[in-house]
């Protein structure tokens, strides 16, 4: 099937929405916030927030969108009890633009109020955590005198008063320190994307510094346990470290997902890892998806993975991945050693747009599945409906 073709398996299709018009996304979640279903949506460009009231899942209806300055974009959101957290990033080489966090009360969600906006430096906040129980948000930011994004944590148990409570980075990031970037050299970079947290460990996706086990037991002094980089080809790129929270055939589990980035002639493949950490101190790569090439567009547009559904559960064993042009993708690792696809969705490309862009996916309390589109399709609420 050619990329630009929609197609389906195991996935039926229950609602869409342009959002207004907006049609560009980076990140989708839900949440139930009293007897109904909502989904916030950040954008790429030209809208910060959108907020759609998703309870009757064949008609979602927007009822609010939050604006962004012209100079930023706030294209990721997570939703913790009342109040939703927004990032605010510089967009592309854009000035002025505003660097941080922002935190807005969703009791009415037609009419968001802003309640206070974190500051960070560099070119601002671009992916995080959120422990809503704890209320500590865990972000990737940079800051004046750093080289890159790096690891903070930030408690917002007062949301109008967020404050830092410490950071941490790879040896090399700190050049207000007298530190040099290291392994840092022309295309290659070594930044956090972002966290995942489980517990006292922090998983975090370094890009090409690989991915980072980091103890959080002491919140005030994270350290290292162990790092993974992988050599060319296979480097590169590793966007987000996913644990699960059970075993699965006695062991400890972590789903690492590199982002293809350009078109797939270019960078080659890009691949979704399954590590065993049962011994986190020694990760083991022990087997890898991907999806097969044959029949894709492969200049329409990127094609590989992006970002997986962070369920940490992995519920019914499945990973539900946005892989670009290859739409929604959904794999089952009951056998972590073989995972296997179950079901996928491609979604139908809008006029003027090449291929489809999948750039994220959640899946709510109700089994329901949400992907949105970077480019101009909007978002889409689907139904996995195959094996379990």
């Not at 939703?79 to 660097?99: K, M, S, T």
């Not at 320190?177 to 517990?199: A, C, I, N, Q, T």
């Not at 050599?231 to 699960?244: K, Q, R």
Request: overall charge negative.
């Amino acid at each position: 099937m050619p990329s630009n073709d929609p197609s389906s398996w195991n996935v039926e299709p229950l609602g869409h929405s342009d959002l207004n018009g907006h049609g560009n996304g980076g990140q989708v979640s839900v949440a139930k916030l009293g007897e109904r279903h909502y989904a916030f949506v950040g954008h790429m460009l030209g809208m910060g927030t959108s907020i759609l009231d998703v309870s009757d899942p064949g008609s979602p209806e927007v009822v609010a969108q939050i604006p962004i300055g012209e100079n930023n974009h706030s294209h990721k959101v997570r939703v913790c009890g009342d109040y939703i957290l927004v990032n605010a990033e510089q967009l592309g080489a854009r000035r002025p633009f505003e660097a941080g966090l922002r935190i807005y009360d969703i009791r009415d969600p037609s009419s968001p109020e802003e309640v206070s906006f974190f500051e960070t430096g560099g070119k601002g906040v671009h992916k995080y955590w959120v422990d809503c129980d704890e209320r500590l948000a865990y972000i990737a930011t940079e800051d004046e005198g750093y080289h890159g994004a790096f690891f903070m944590a930030v408690d917002f148990s007062e949301p109008e008063a967020p404050r830092e409570v410490s950071r941490w980075w790879l040896p090399g990031q700190h050049l207000a320190g007298g530190e040099k970037p290291g392994g840092d050299s022309g295309r290659v970079s070594y930044r956090l994307h972002h966290p995942v947290v489980l517990g006292d460990r922090a998983y975090l996706g370094y890009w090409d510094a690989g991915y980072v086990i980091l103890d959080i037991s002491d919140l005030e002094r994270p350290e290292m346990v162990s790092r993974r980089c992988y050599t060319p080809p296979y480097g590169g790129a590793f966007h987000t470290a996913l644990p699960i929270a059970r075993k699965i055939g006695g062991r400890d589990w972590l789903v690492v997902f590199q982002e293809s980035l350009t078109l797939y002639d270019r960078e080659g493949l890009k691949l979704m890892w399954v590590v065993d950490i049962t011994d986190e101190e020694n990760p083991v790569s022990v087997s890898t998806f991907s999806v097969p090439t044959e029949g894709f567009d492969l200049d329409a547009g990127r094609f590989g993975p992006h970002q997986p559904h962070e369920d940490l559960d992995a519920t019914d064993d499945l990973i539900y991945a946005a892989w670009f042009g290859g739409g929604l993708r959904v794999v089952s690792i009951a056998d972590p050693y073989r995972p296997v696809e179950v079901g996928h969705y491609i979604p139908p490309t809008p006029e003027g747009q090449d291929s489809i862009q999948t750039n994220d996916v959640f899946v709510d309390d109700r089994g329901l599945v949400y992907i949105i589109d970077r480019l101009n399709r909007g978002l889409d609420i689907l139904e996995y409906t195959g094996p379990r």
